[in-house]
């Protein structure tokens, strides 16, 4: 299936957490990533949208001229580099920079002869993953695979006419579950296609879940004579899609899994769902900007599962001094009873996680502990969505507790999102009723971009501008070299009379 294809987006690698307004540009965040040209330390920037350098500079405690680039300051880009000496300064989030290398005069500034050595002997250097990254299929096109399980052999099992609710679960109905991502596809390819952009798809129906039935349908449909494969599939066989794409150094995106894992080991993959370092960055910024000097009580209950999350939680909350944490055991659920009860208003942050089961036991357990406070009913946030998790769960408690998540809902407030609704009502004479839709819209618009604008070089820096007709941002970054990316960028809901609303 070939459409004709364009689109712009937005993806920034970036390393630090906090954020620094400067005179005479936007918000800068700084980058620890340093690099050695020619015998001295430089900081690596890569320039976001509405960025100067003199803003750039000032957040690298340095002035201007000290900026190196590798074109005309007037005319930088989104997604251009800056580098900015390392003498020692303090930078803009407190941050000590190292010092200059043995033998170099730490104070020097950078001239116009030595900019253009630096720009030129950090041209080549590879700040991507350890990946091999090959040659495009097609110089014309972006050849884009897409394996999902559309089980289109098992169409005329399913009867149209009603809805049936006991098909539910059954092979049968699995041939509708995922069809929505596929037409938030189509209506991706038709904007690039309206921008100019050639794109060849090909759709490949995955029709089992073993190793084998992944296999048979990667090498049946020449999957790895492709630039990227999109795979929306479940854990068994995404795992083995994404070995077999390492294997045809081919990069894979992976839309729904919030699995952590799935990046490691693998420098191929894209995780499209919100890291946990972009969870917890979300979560104390909110917390740090409406309720600093609240008392914090992370529950967790000691389980495998919940390491990632609350080692990316501490290690942000120890870079806000200011912020007053503990751990709690749910094991020792009373402690946490008579802390709130003793003291003032406080934040909960729950990140237990166990099996389905107990982890429902466990929401209704604790929604009516932290109800049961009439006078300073505390503030829960969690990672995952109670009021879509559990269908049973008590939206009362949840508006009461001034409830924040990081929900999958469509927000009709937000042009973007509503545009995406009409449009897609239009075309299928149905409301998209998940964020599968959209999800695949974002996708094939920023991946197709950023290889049609920059070509290979895309996947060592995944970085371009937002294309018009994204719904939501997305930021790519890899904690190490040898790691998949992971999206940076998470949106945090409260719940505002029975209604989320993203926090700004």
Known sequence: MVKRVAVLLFLLTAVSS?????????????????????????????????????????????????????????????????????????????????????????????????????????EPVNLGPIATIRPRINPQSVVVSVMMPLNLSQMDKISTSKFDVEQRGKTSYKSLEFIQFYEGLLLGLEKLERMGYNVTLNVVDVEGTTDEDVERAFRTHNVAQSDLLIAMLTRQPFEKAAQLARDAQLFVVNPASDRPEIVKDNPYVFKCMPSNEAFAKRTVDAIASSMPT????????????????????????????????????????????????????SVVVSLYNQDKSKNRIYASQLLNKLSAFKSKTPYLFTYEDWAVQYNDVDFAQLQNLNYHTFCMEWDRSNSQHKDFIDLFAK??????????????????????????????????????ACPAGMICPMSFSHSRADYGYENQKATLFRMTDFHFIPLQ
């Open 294 to 345: 609240a008392p914090i009580y992370i529950i967790h209950s000691g389980a495998k599962a919940e390491k990632s999350a609350l080692d990316a939680l501490t290690a942000e909350l120890k870079g806000h001094a200011n912020l007053n944490y503990t751990l709690v055991d749910w094991a020792q659920q009373s402690k946490l009873t008579n802390m709130i009860k003793n003291g003032e208003r």
């Open 18 to 122: 906090l954020w620094a307004q400067m005179p005479g540009g936007r918000s800068v965040e700084v980058s620890h990533k340093t690099q050695v040209v020619n015998g001295k330390n430089y900081f690596v920037h890569v320039v976001d949208q509405g960025q100067t350098v003199y803003a750039i500079a000032r957040a690298y405690g340095l002035k201007e001229v000290e900026a190196v680039t590798k074109k005309d300051v007037h005319f930088l880009q989104i997604g251009d580099t800056v580098w900015l000496p390392c003498k020692g300064q303090t930078l803009s989030d407190g941050y000590v920079a190292p010092g200059a290398t043995a033998g170099v005069n730490a104070n020097a500034k950078a001239s116009e002869s030595s900019a253009s050595t630096v720009a030129a002997a950090a």
């Open 427 to 464: 075309r299928y004479s149905t409301e998209p009723t998940n964020v599968y839709a959209g999800m695949a819209n974002d996708i094939i618009l920023f991946f197709v971009s950023g290889i049609q604008q920059k070509g290979t070089d895309f996947f060592r820096s995944p970085v371009i």
